[in-house]
């Protein structure tokens, strides 16, 4: 496997369910990244971590979790999720994390929240 | 709020034709990245411009930066349907370091 890979590629949960979402990247990269897509709108950065420690949480509400377990893994727990969360959602990494560094993203989990 | 706005949202045109996408922000960025997302697949960096007014040029793709740091555009000629996606810009704002993301434009190009 090269660069940054995500699974699954597809999800369909209901309001109560509880699932997870996962990427590894296998760039050797030390910071990963989880954003949200939806349609119409900005991608939106939710979480940030280097050297697996969070340094930045924009204000997402606590039903999406983080895990950074190492370097090259990175979770999103998922719980009483909301229709509205429904939405593409994005993993990147970086090199290093820092402003100016290029970012490379897995294909992305397709969410349905029913 | 930092914000980027592109425009347009959407373009649909034919094969042989040029087109240009506009990025715009009231903010100044350290430095601004466009790329393109095909269905199904993440964003790809196409290139990165750092320097006010700088020109870079990827085969029949030309992005400029603005002299300001505020606004850049990506120009293509003679468009293909392989340049057919959703193409993004993104800036890295230079009071928080934090990378803003366009909307994103939507590129048909029909044979």
């Known amino acids: 496997e090269t660069g940054v890979t995500q699974t699954p590629r597809h999800l369909v949960m209901g309001m109560t369910n509880k699932k997870s979402l996962k990427c590894e990247q296998h760039?050797?990269?030390?910071?990963m990244y989880w954003y949200k897509q939806s349609a119409k709108k900005p991608l939106e950065l939710m979480f940030v971590y280097s050297l697996e420690e969070r340094v930045e949480n924009n204000s997402v509400p606590s039903r999406f979790s983080p895990e950074c377990p190492n370097s090259s893994h990175l979770f999103l727990h998922l719980h009483t999720l909301q229709p509205e969360d429904s939405a593409l959602y994005l993993c990147?990494?970086?090199?290093?994390?820092?402003?100016?560094?290029?970012?490379?993203f897995g294909p992305g989990t397709r969410l349905t929240v029913l | 709020t930092q914000l980027l706005e592109q425009s347009p949202q959407f373009l649909s045109i034919q094969e042989g034709e040029n087109l240009t996408v506009y990025c715009n922000s009231s903010?100044?960025?350290?430095?601004l990245q466009w790329y393109r997302q095909e269905p199904g697949e993440g964003p790809v960096l196409l290139v990165t411009v750092v320097t006010g007014g700088e020109v870079k040029k990827l085969k029949r793709l030309t992005f400029q930066f603005g002299d300001a740091r505020k606004d850049s555009s990506l120009h293509i000629t003679a468009a293909q349907p392989g340049d057919t996606g959703l193409y993004l810009c993104a800036g890295y704002a230079s009071n928080t370091g934090k990378l803003i993301f366009g909307q994103g434009t939507t590129l048909q190009v029909k044979p």
């Open positions: 990147a990494s970086s090199q290093d994390g820092i402003a100016g560094d290029e970012q490379f």
């Open positions: 903010s100044v960025f350290s430095s």
């Open positions: 760039l050797g990269h030390n910071a």
